[in-house]
Nanobody
Framework: VQLQACGGGLVQAGGSLRLSCAAS????????MGWFRQAPGKERELVAS????????RYADSVKDRFAISREYYKNTVSLQMNSLKPEDTAVYYC????????????WGQGTQVTVSS
């Protein structure tokens, strides 16, 4: 499984960015896809997740109503639309994947930096 993330950058507070992750190497039926982030000096946190088959989503409280995760089933891509960005959203963002029955994410893409200026 390969995950290739892109779309990070520098944006002012209140702005928007869209991250994309291209997934390859297998079919992803019954898999879970997620976006994590890690800020300097902080632990990595799960920001949003989506089930591949049904598209069921979950969000961290800190991003609820601002971020939206989606997947394009036939293009094998997962996206994270980030709106109303805040300086505290600054972090390296990673896309990740796990099988439906797995307890942890074990496939990771390279990180993409998101910087939100105040």
């Amino acid at each position: 499984v390969q995950l290739q993330a892109c779309g990070g950058g520098l944006v002012q507070a209140g702005g928007s960015l869209r991250l994309s992750c291209a997934a390859s190497g297998r079919t992803f039926n019954n898999w879970m896809m997620g976006w994590f982030r890690q800020a300097p000096g902080k632990e990595r946190e799960l920001v949003a997740s989506i089930t591949w088959n049904l598209g069921t989503t979950r969000y961290a409280d800190s991003v609820k109503d601002r971020f939206a995760i989606s997947r394009e089933y036939y293009k094998n891509t997962v996206s994270l639309q980030m709106n109303s960005l805040k300086p505290e959203d600054t972090a390296v963002y990673y896309c990740a994947a796990r099988r439906g029955g797995a307890t942890s994410y074990n496939y990771w893409g390279q990180g993409t930096q998101v910087t939100v200026s105040s």
